[in-house]
């Protein structure tokens, strides 16, 4: 237990340094369980928000998790909304998210998650904070400076 707690202060920290470790002109690469879903190239980079958040694409995040696909997620132009059904094998709902592009919230099986900064749209992609999203999913991160690259290693679901 001790473990557990001692390895979440220390991604917190790295968390809330993460920010000032990036400069808002440097590129930054985003890595998820090994692979790399968007790069210095790409035009769904992450990058650094007005409040100096890391924003992610959310899509990459999600279809990372175990049990999602792209039949999982939904999108609602009109709305602005995203929505993820992930049924258990039985094929009831094991878990939903549901978000409205520039919210500062998102809901997790109806409970609403209150997140630092509004997300993004940018370049057709919706973007959140970094933090937000892997405090969600359980996710840890490590970031190294010198290549300017956020790992995100996802284990397990909602």
Sequence with gaps: MLRKTISLTLCWIMLLTLPAMASANSAIT???????????Q???APYLNQDKK???PLRAILLS?????SRSL???????????????????????????????????????????SASEIRNNTLYMPLRDVVDAFGAKVHWDGKKQTVYVTVTNGL
Excluded: C
């Excluded at 998790?65 to 696909?69: A, R």
């Excluded at 258990?88 to 094991?94: A, C, R």
């Design 74 to 116: 939904k999108w609602d132009a009109a709305k602005k909304e995203i929505s993820l059904i992930v049924p258990d094998p039985k094929g009831k709902p094991l878990y939903r998210l549901s978000h409205k592009a520039g919210s500062d919230t998102f809901t997790i099986n109806g409970l609403p998650i209150s997140m630092d």
């Design 42 to 44: 790409s035009k769904v």
């Design 54 to 56: 890391l924003m992610v």
């Design 65 to 69: 998790l175990p049990g999602v696909d």
């Design 30 to 40: 985003l890595v998820i369980n090994g692979t790399t879903y968007v790069d210095q």
